[in-house]
């Protein structure tokens, strides 16, 4: 009874679908089978996934607390405001859904939403030409994009991309209706969606400040009130918002106050490089069209300058947030794509829509498969490690960990796709080695242990089956890590590589421009760490960037 009621309402949805649409519709639904099958593979991280199961805390040495009601949320939620960052509501809902809900509710919603998303996106773009602008969007995203797998396919990531996408657009789509006095009232539901994620909401808000000061000048000139007029409540509220999310005292000191100029730069140069994709790509087809199709470009110009002022924006906060992290320019890209697919929509001829949409079709179906078996794989190797951390009395989790290097087209495809559970390196944000690091404490209270240490499978292997390992300091089979056994009970302060000379006129250019000056490095004490195993001292730490790796001549500890 209950099949036959459901499959009646999709064959109504279905007759009242336009025979035009067909192709659009059936696009979506084959899309959200294919994110709800990558999404159910998701494996938690060590890292924030944990950590979200409890209440943050200004002091992060202060014992894990469990979160037991809503209230407990806003409580951690406040912490969150002063010491992380000043996305409340997006982070609300993250703890919310972590703590309360069954994971795969999260899976289905972040399927259901990146459909959603696709067709406000095409709504955005007036509507038309739907297959068309919604296929090469997925392509884009999917397969060109260097944050998708952090951004759209990681719980905590979808929360903060995803998700304030989706309201970003909703909200940008009723605002184009704010001329109709009677959606005014919904102004202030722009409070709550600039309050959302500061990489998009401030350079979107940049849109806004320059829309609402030609509007202003056209009043002035007797231009009537047009939509930038009408909409100036939308956009107030909408900046409200940005600027309660940029008064958090914690978003500054996660942007490195103490970093320089200079590092900014270059870190941004990097990103621009490594992680700016469709911009570059747009930026090469503005140029194409300046020489060949002038007219077209200037309507285009005209129809989306001020989203090519938050393009510029959200390009800057790439440049200056001092980080290389590649979700970092997902914003960015999105601006860009939502631009380039327009022109393409406007440029191209029938013929080489058709081309285009066969050639996006092919690669995400190719893209897909090792997308989801490489996913597979990783939630393999945490189920693996979830078995001992159930283990009664177990406190050493032995972690698979995939090897790169073995095969770059493998290689590849982990990288975009998958959020491995488990990272030891130089820039992993915890240290699993480290049964003190709140991630790893709060792994450990979550199953109901006083503590955990966690390393590489031939790591702990060794460690336990192998009194004579390490001896010397060597690398983990990743070449992540180095471990070293010392005499037992041996506390280390510092950790300090003895480098070779190095002839800046040898290396590349990239090279020379992170050489490292000094003949000696030391690594904080957040990247080491004494730990007893099977009655053994061993230190454990990271290995360093390679610009100090390429030089070690020897390691010393005191």
């Not at 509507?127 to 990681?154: D, H, N, P, Q, Y």
Request: charged share 20%; glycine share 6%.
């Amino acid at each position: 009874m209950v099949l036959s009621n459901i499959f009646g309402v999709i064959a109504t949805a279905l007759r009242r679908v336009q025979k035009e649409n067909y192709g659009y519709f059936i696009f979506l639904l084959l899309t959200g089978f294919g994110m709800l099958l990558l999404n159910m593979t998701d494996a938690p991280t060590l890292s924030d996934d944990m950590v979200y199961h409890f209440m943050w805390s200004e002091n992060p040495d202060a014992e894990v607390q469990t979160i037991e009601s809503i209230v407990d949320l806003f409580r951690s939620q406040w912490s969150h405001y002063l010491c992380v960052n000043g996305r409340t509501i997006v982070h609300l809902l993250a703890q919310f859904f972590f703590v309360f809900m069954p994971a795969g509710v999260l899976h289905c919603l972040n399927a259901l939403l990146f459909v959603v998303l696709l067709h406000g996106c095409s709504e955005l773009l007036g509507g038309k030409e739907r297959l068309f602008t919604t296929m090469i969007m997925s392509f884009l995203l999917f397969t060109v994009f260097s944050g998708f797998r952090s951004a759209m396919l990681w719980g905590l990531g979808a929360l903060n991309y995803l998700w304030v996408l989706v309201v970003t657009i909703a909200f940008l789509l009723l605002m184009k209706e704010a001329k109709r006095s009677r959606y005014v009232w919904l102004a202030p539901l722009g409070l709550l969606v600039g309050w959302g994620h500061e990489g998009l909401s401030l350079p979107i808000s940049v849109g806004f400040m320059g829309y609402l000061i030609l509007g202003v000048r056209r009043v002035k000139n007797g231009g009537g009130h047009d939509t930038a007029v009408n909409s100036t409540a939308f956009m107030v509220f909408y900046m409200a918002g940005t600027a309660l999310c940029l008064l958090s005292p914690g978003i500054w000191g996660r942007t490195g106050a103490a970093v320089s100029m200079v590092s900014r730069m270059v870190s941004g140069a990097i990103n621009c490089v490594e992680n700016v994709h469709i911009t570059w790509l747009l930026l090469i087809t503005l140029v194409i069209m300046w020489k060949q199709e002038q007219r077209l470009l200037a309507e285009h110009l005209s129809k989306w300058r001020f989203v090519y002022l938050a393009l510029l924006a959200s390009l800057g906060i790439v440049v200056l947030c001092g980080t290389t992290l590649e979700r970092v320019a997902f914003f960015t890209d999105f601006i860009a794509m939502l631009l380039w697919v327009d022109l393409m929509q406007q440029s191209l001829s029938a013929v080489w829509k058709r081309r285009l949409q066969i050639i996006c079709g092919l690669l995400l179906i190719v893209s897909f498969v090792p997308a989801y078996v490489l996913r597979k794989e990783n939630e393999k190797n945490w189920i693996l490690a979830e078995q001992q951390m159930k283990e009664q009395g177990k406190e050493m989790i032995s972690v698979e960990l995939p090897v790169n290097g073995e095969n770059a087209l493998t290689d590849y495809f982990r990288n975009h796709y998958v959020n491995t559970s488990f990272e030891f390196g130089y820039y992993s944000c915890y240290m699993g080695f480290d049964s003190h690091d709140s991630n790893v404490r709060c792994a450990a209270r979550m199953y109901g242990k006083e503590k955990f240490i966690f390393l590489p499978a031939d790591v702990a292997e060794r460690m336990a089956h192998d009194s004579i390992a390490y001896r010397k300091y060597e690398l983990d089979k990743s070449k992540n890590l180095y471990v070293w056994q010392l005499p037992r009970g041996r506390k280390v302060n510092t950790v300090r590589f003895i480098l070779n000379d190095e002839d800046l006129s040898e290396l590349s250019l990239p090279q020379r421009f992170m050489a490292y000056e000094g003949n000696t490095y030391e690594l904080d004490d957040f990247r080491f760490e004494v730990i007893e195993v099977s009655g053994r001292s061993y230190l454990v730490f990271t290995r360093p960037t390679s610009n100090i790796y390429r030089r070690i001549k020897s390691i010393e500890y005191e």
